[in-house]
């Protein structure tokens, strides 16, 4: 609840806002009227004036100083930002004896006792706007050169400062946690975070070369000379933001003390000397050094042979097979990328995607991909192998860069190929920018019958969020649930605790990473719908494919029950709705007996089941060793009534109650639910939850 209280800053706080060098100023309205809380050092250089002409202006005439075509525009942008918290405006201003362009941008916030204020970045456009070159040479949100301009301007910079005997020095600048700020604070103020920064950096290095290349990362080519005492002072003035967001930026910095290095070769430099200090938040920068010429090799490597690799098809289709936990067998491929390089060998995907994602070449590569897999599909085809869907990775640059979906539509129906053999794979990280386009994209691939996979769900900060606000196929957990996986230890509940969630939302779940037996029985009682991992095979060249039983004993599904399977795939183990007034095994859901079974016939097995339901089998007689083992193949005929009830239950597709039916001296009351149904091999399956077990049952003589 926001308060009319005016609020006011004090101490030292006050001081660090009055004096830093992003251009801002601080408003709050009460009623109709603004009142100015905050104006910095860096607005009253912008604007030219001092701090107290500057509050006079905002708060009684600042259409006074609006270029009058442009005071209408400002009016309503500035009524909209009051009731909605976000602008971004361009008008012309008068400053000295002319008009200039500024850009600004706005976001508005609560303080902790309360009042709403409103901040207002600024910046001077004017030559861009001028020049009609923002959207090709300038970054709009900064007002920075894009890398595009920062190739000329820093070569023509290089030149000057080597004829007036300055050593030049590129800085990579880095914003630490970025994604995390987004993700607590909002966009909008991230951005301001964004555009304060390069306020900062414009006044710290002043004339020199720089530039904002993508996302939170900087660059700046400056002279050697005072260099690390100005970037501890970029770090003290972004700290001082006026929204009080803890803000911490690492850099790595690369001394050209020769000048023979491409530009962009030596901003590589600068970024690797910075990747290195990443993760250690004690270090604010870190200069290029010997030790980081294998490295740096190794992405010039990368990048100057790409194009050959392309060509002559050094980097090849592997494949990774994806499991269904119900039948053990293949239901699905991941698509991956391996570079097979006639000099320095096979490249792992670590030293050679990241550098192509760096310098926006990715695209190139997933398309290339995606035309290996179309490939690999057809030949499948026309050896009449089974057929199951490929997911291939897009990386989040690509939506920056192209059409994506136009992309691989146009690829798909060349080769043509089905809709449904083909997975789209979107990385987590993706979703924490362009929102509603990324909504509208995943929409439209699934429209056209494609199915889009979220990956790596877990390793980012938004991942509640994203759940909520786009729609998927599945959720591919990061491999990090399964490190360090124990039966007992904690992550076993916290893995538990998403797949269910997931499958309460009707979406399906993968795990990758998984290596041993044991994490399998677990993933599949748990309710996870798909694995991948070493405990079936290492991804292989997707020639070894090519038959009925692959290399290690692994088979495929059989693609003539997908849909059946899928609908046993989002069938959760909660026992939800269905206990509602009947009670649970022991009074709540956590240890009522609940599993989904197959039927055939007379015969059921398990496809997935609690522990509570495994203990009810231990109590009804059934063999341990089946029980938590492998169970594929186990087929076992339960009592008549039980029987009856789930052929009623399938044939009906309503919901069947069975009371004190008799197993093994026990009694057994159940509630059994539909599921799916295959009618060509008549085999079907039911949810079933155990509401009541009396045992042992006294029989009279």
Not at 101 to 121: P, V
Not at 224 to 253: F, S, T
Not at 524 to 536: E, H, N, P, S, Y
Request: glycine share 6%; aromatic share 12%; with cysteine.
């Amino acid at each position: 609840m926001t308060t009319d209280i005016l609020y006011e800053y004090y101490g030292r706080e006050k001081n660090d806002l009055e004096t830093s060098v992003m251009p801002f100023i601080i408003l709050q309205k009460i009623e109709s009227d603004i009142h100015v809380i905050i104006i910095s050092d860096g607005l009253c250089k912008l604007y030219a004036t001092d701090r107290a002409q500057v509050a006079y202006t905002i708060e009684n005439g600042i259409f006074t100083t609006v270029h009058p075509e442009d005071a209408e525009k400002v009016s309503a942008a500035m009524a909209k930002f009051f009731a909605e918290g976000t602008l971004n405006l361009v008008f012309r201003k008068r400053i000295g004896s002319g008009f200039r362009s500024i850009f600004a941008q706005g976001s508005s916030f609560l303080t902790d006792s309360g009042e709403k204020l409103h901040t207002i970045w600024c910046g001077d456009v004017t030559d861009i706007v001028n020049a009609e070159k923002i959207n090709t040479y300038y970054d709009k949100l900064t007002t920075l050169p894009n890398m595009s301009a920062f190739g000329v301007l820093a070569e023509q910079e290089r030149r000057r400062m080597q004829r007036k005997g300055i050593v030049p020095a590129f800085v990579y600048f880095d914003i630490r946690d970025m994604k995390a700020i987004n993700e607590k604070y909002g966009f909008s103020r991230g951005n301001g975070i964004l555009s304060g920064t390069a306020s900062v950096l414009k006044d710290v290095f002043d004339k020199d070369a720089m530039a904002r290349f993508s996302d939170d990362h900087f660059v700046v080519m400056t002279g050697k000379r005072h260099l690390e005492q100005k970037i501890e002072q970029v770090n003290d003035q972004v700290l001082r933001n006026p929204m009080g967001i803890p803000v911490q930026l690492c850099a790595g910095i690369y001394i050209d003390d020769k000048g023979e290095l491409d530009i962009f070769a030596a901003i590589d430099r600068a970024r690797i000397a910075c990747k290195a200090i990443k993760v250690d938040y004690t270090r604010k920068y870190h200069v290029f050094d010997r030790d980081m010429f294998t490295e740096y090799r190794q992405r010039r490597h990368v990048l100057n042979h790409f194009d050959e690799a392309l060509e002559n098809g050094y980097i090849k289709l592997y494949y990774m097979p994806i499991i269904r936990t119900v039948t053990g067998k293949i239901c699905d491929m991941e698509a991956l990328a391996r570079w097979i390089d006639p000099e320095k060998g096979m490249l792992p995907p670590s030293q050679f995607i990241p550098v192509l994602e760096d310098n926006r070449l990715i695209n190139r590569l997933d398309f290339y991909m995606l035309r290996k897999i179309c490939e690999s599909l057809a030949k499948q085809k026309q050896l009449g192998m089974p057929l199951v869907p490929v997911s291939v990775n897009i990386s989040r640059s690509n939506f920056e860069v192209c059409d994506v979906f136009d992309e691989v539509l146009s690829i798909v129906n060349e080769y043509n190929i089905a809709h449904h053999l083909l997975t789209v794979e979107i990385t987590e990280s993706a979703f924490i920018k362009n929102q509603q386009f990324l909504a509208n994209q995943i929409n439209r691939f699934r429209e056209a019958g494609f199915n889009v996979w979220m990956d790596d769900f877990g390793s980012e900060y938004s991942s509640l969020n994203t759940l909520q606000e786009y729609s998927f196929d599945l959720i591919k957990l990061d491999m990090r649930f399964m490190k360090n996986f124990s039966l007992t230890g904690k992550n076993r509940f916290i893995l538990s605790d998403v797949i269910s969630m997931i499958s309460r939302l009707g979406v399906s779940t993968l795990a990758e990473g998984v290596q041993t037996k044991e994490q399998l029985r677990f993933l599949r009682d748990a309710g996870c719908d798909k694995v991948q991992g070493f405990l079936f095979g290492k991804p292989m060249p997707c020639e070894h494919f090519y038959q009925e039983r692959i290399y290690n004993g692994l088979q495929y599904d059989d693609v003539n029950k997908t849909t059946y399977y899928d609908k046993i795939c989002t069938a959760s183990l909660e026992p939800h709705v269905l206990l509602a007034g009947l009670g649970g095994y022991f009074g709540d859901s956590a240890t009522t007996p609940v599993a989904v079974l197959e039927f055939h016939k007379t015969s059921f097995r398990i496809l997935k089941a609690n522990s509570a339901y495994k203990s009810f089998l231990e109590e009804i007689g059934q063999d341990k060793d089946m029980i938590y083992n492998d169970y594929y193949e186990w087929y076992r005929t339960p009592a008549k009534g039980f029987l009856d009830a789930v052929k009623k239950c399938i044939a009906s597709r309503k919901n069947e109650t069975i009371v004190n039916v008799v197993e093994n001296n026990v009694r057994i009351s159940a509630n059994i639910s539909f599921i799916a149904y295959d009618s060509k091999t008549e085999t079907g399956a039911v949810l079933t939850i155990v509401t009541k077990l009396d045992s042992p049952l006294l029989l009279e003589s």
